[in-house]
């Protein structure tokens, strides 16, 4: 079975602009949760996703938003962007939400996103 | 404040001895759960072992071990025999039970690379 994919695999933009990330999840998986990972430094949580609805957010701007599809597909976008939005953003699947202890999350290869 | 410390930020051996890393935890919750990710330059988080809080028995898997100590917060893992391809960053976390408006949040720590040379 194919896992967690992520497109596109790198990505470079200018200060200012929006970017949108897509993260597909194990088949059977319902769950996607999203990461921002700086270089040197252990992921931080952005948000879950479980059914289409956000059901955990981490401290992050406003400007950073992600929705779910019916195919339990998932989007991340980032507004306007800074420099300090340039890291490697992981999604991950688990095969439901909520405490992430019940379920396992198995991660995509990530989006290396670089603001110039 | 830190809920993960992982204080090796770098472990070099040389092929075939064994290494230790160090992970120490921060919880109020009685019920949470631990992992151990590695993280190989090609940069895909790898899933390796999940622990919960009421389960302090230790795990071997292959090359493998871990060790849960409750009374002093620590999980630690440890690769015996490394071997070239064990050099990674190795990431512990730990998932809370009582956070209410973060479902799905694992609490990563810094990271510990380990290099192995031949």
């Known amino acids: 079975d194919a896992g967690v994919t992520q497109s596109p695999t790198h990505l470079i933009k200018t200060r200012g602009q929006q970017v949108t990330l897509r993260c597909s999840p194990i088949s059977g998986h319902k769950s996607v949760s999203w990461y921002q990972q700086v270089l040197g430094q252990g992921p931080q949580f952005i948000f879950q996703y479980y059914e289409k609805e956000e059901r955990g957010r981490g401290n992050f701007p406003d400007r950073f938003s992600a929705r779910q599809f019916p195919n339990y597909s998932s989007e991340l976008n980032v507004n306007a962007l800074l420099l300090g939005d340039s890291a490697l953003y992981l999604c991950a699947s688990s095969l439901r939400g909520g405490t992430s202890g019940n379920y396992e999350q198995y991660f995509g290869p990530g989006t290396r996103l670089t603001v110039t | 404040a830190q809920k993960v410390t992982q204080a090796q930020t770098e472990i070099s051996v040389v092929e075939k001895e064994d290494v230790t890393l160090d992970c120490v935890y921060e919880t109020r919750d009685t019920t949470y759960y631990l992992f151990w990710y590695k993280q190989p330059p090609s940069g895909e988080l790898v899933f390796l072992i999940r622990?919960?809080?009421?389960?302090?028995q230790n795990e071997i898997s292959g090359r493998y071990s871990w060790n849960f100590q409750k009374s002093t917060s620590s999980f630690n893992f440890t690769i015996t025999a490394s071997q070239v391809v064990d050099s990674a960053v190795y990431f512990c976390?730990?998932?809370?039970?009582?956070?209410?408006?973060?479902?799905?949040?694992?609490?990563f720590g810094a990271g510990t690379q380990v290099v192995v040379t031949p």
């Open positions: 976390a730990l998932s809370e039970t009582l956070q209410t408006d973060s479902w799905g949040k694992l609490q």
């Open positions: 622990r919960n809080s009421f389960d302090e």
